[in-house]
């Protein structure tokens, strides 16, 4: 539904459509066709920083962080946990078992019960979100399916920003 909010608890699935969510600093998570998330966590800290923990279940989800201190972005697929920084866009893929996680500019850490491993910009990790080791690091950016409609997606917006009254940006 469009202009719906996202609360906590939240299930949100794509059939053959696509589906974006903006977050209150304007950073922005967008899920392609066949794709289901669901928002474990979504709490606005008494210092004012967002705290926020998306779980992917299936499908590719983007990910594009604003610049903005002291908010927490956790991704969670599988057994793993994706701390995504600020400034960060990704994506991040799960089907069956296998989780692919490429960072297009900024840096994630993903923890299982290996060490971390931090993802820097033009990196890709492969890996089995239901596993434990630390998955391939790959030191080039695997082209996705949907890359280009997320780059397009992503200069609609810098072209077209719109804002509500009262400086709160207007869904359509």
């Not at 994506?91 to 971390?116: K, W």
């Amino acid at each position: 539904m469009r202009n719906m909010p996202v609360v906590e608890g939240l299930k949100l699935l794509t059939a053959d459509g696509y589906a974006e969510v903006e977050f209150d600093d304007t950073s922005r998570l967008r899920l392609t066709p066949s794709t289901s998330v669901r928002f474990p966590r979504l709490v606005l800290r008494s210092t004012g920083a967002q705290s926020s923990a998306i779980r992917l279940d299936v499908g590719t989800i983007y990910v594009n962080l604003q610049d903005t201190k002291n908010n927490d972005f956790t991704l969670i697929v599988g057994s793993r946990k994706i701390t995504v920084n600020r400034s960060t866009h990704l994506r991040l893929s799960f089907f069956d078992s296998a989780a692919e996680l490429a960072v297009f500019s900024g840096s994630a850490v993903v923890q299982s019960n290996a060490a971390p491993v931090v993802v820097a910009k033009k990196q890709t990790l492969v890996m089995d979100a239901l596993g434990s080791g630390p998955g391939q690091l790959e030191n080039n950016l695997k082209e996705g399916t949907y890359d280009d409609w997320e780059e397009n997606v992503m200069k609609y917006h810098e072209h077209h920003p719109r804002r509500a009254a009262g400086g709160r940006w207007d869904y359509f």
